[in-house]
């Protein structure tokens, strides 16, 4: 059951579209969704969902403000009839691109859409899309790269700070959020029709989908998140697009079922039934058993710590850098080249 107390907003840390950060007169922190609670300032007395923190879970040490007791009513009316976050208290007309940006290829008697080959990057963690981003960036400047979040972990698009920083230094064209993921500059009711309007209408040249921040395990074969690749993956060979699984490895984590190719890696390629090509760095060659039918392609990726110094970012996965955990690293490096290896170069002209 969760948890709420009522405490008092003192300071407000950080604002951006979608999220406040605050720290209230405990000492404590929150963040609040202003998509689906409204803003909040300095002397408001709010409701805090206090459950994640108490039991030290992944929300970083931040409650989740419920509700604004200075204010009695709220009123945010959407631009559609598409509800996320549906039958809760906390349910929101978000609309959804497929009926505020329809198209002659979404109706129903267009028959199956078709992405046109173009790559699809499919990954289990959130911090994947920081690094293939900033990979995409050095090999390939200028490449039109749409994100698609997933349902599978945070809910809120405007929680994640690494999506901010690649919004504000051009490395997306655009973000979509699909299933019950919320905030993105498009909505989507599904993912395979988020990767249609990732391409149709934001002109994607090439698609990361990942998850949003945290990711649930439960060190069983198939009770994590991370599976969700396996329908992802499959959704995107169906639709015509070309499927490039992000390996998720390790070369430092303290848990064996993590280190050389995840578990959840490996669970997720073990459901999808068509042989992939999977993407993985000379290092991990000697683990080809863990993918299964799939194809291993063995790439040397760039040096992942030079691309991402060259976009000025920072990004981690568990607090490790990619000189603490190059295993990490080099694998979405491995996949985010591949991805770029099957472009055509920047301006070049189909023939007709």
Not at 44 to 62: I, K, P, Q, S, Y
Not at 215 to 230: M, N
Not at 297 to 303: F, G, K, L, T
Request: hydrophobic share 45%; proline share 7%.
């Amino acid at each position: 059951m969760p948890t709420f107390r009522t405490l008092r907003v003192v300071e407000i840390l950080a604002e951006r579209t979608g999220l406040q950060r605050v720290r209230l007169d405990d000492g404590s922190r929150a963040y609040s969704l202003t998509q689906l609670t409204g803003t909040v300032s300095v002397s408001d007395e709010v409701v805090v969902n206090t459950t994640a923190v108490d039991l030290g879970l992944g929300t970083g040490g931040w409650h989740v403000v419920h509700w604004n007791l200075a204010r009695r009513e709220l009123s945010q009316p959407g631009p559609g009839h598409i509800m996320k976050v549906r039958y809760t208290s906390l349910q929101a007309d978000t609309g959804a691109a497929e009926e505020l940006l329809p198209t002659a290829s979404m109706r129903p008697d267009a028959g199956m859409p078709h992405l046109g080959g173009v790559p699809i990057l499919v990954g289990s963690l959130h911090s994947q899309l920081g690094v293939a981003a900033a990979v995409i960036a050095h090999l390939r400047p200028g490449t039109r790269v749409s994100y698609v979040m997933t349902d599978g972990a945070a809910l809120p698009l405007a929680l994640s700070d690494l999506v901010a920083d690649l919004c504000e230094r051009g490395l997306l064209c655009g973000t979509i959020t699909a299933g019950h993921a919320f905030g993105g500059d498009l909505e989507a009711v599904s993912v395979p029709s988020a990767l249609q309007i990732a391409v149709e209408l934001q002109h994607a040249e090439l698609v990361v989908c990942v998850m949003g921040p945290g990711v649930v395990g439960t060190d069983t074969t198939l009770g994590t998140t991370s599976v969700e690749v396996a329908a992802v993956l499959a959704a995107v060979d169906r639709l015509g697009g070309t499927p490039v699984p992000m390996v998720r490895a390790s070369s430092a984590d303290a848990r064996a079922r993590h280190r050389g190719i995840s578990h959840h890696t490996r669970s997720a390629l073990a459901l999808v039934a068509m042989a992939l090509d999977v993407p993985i760095p000379p290092e991990l060659a000697d683990q080809v058993v863990d993918i299964g039918h799939h194809r291993a392609v063995v790439i040397e990726p760039p040096d992942v710590a030079t691309a991402l110094e060259a976009v000025r970012m920072t990004v981690t996965t568990m607090g490790r850098g990619p000189t603490d955990d190059p295993g990490f690293f080099r694998a979405v490096g491995a996949a985010a080249q591949h991805a770029v290896d099957l472009l055509a170069p920047p301006g070049t002209v189909a023939p007709a």
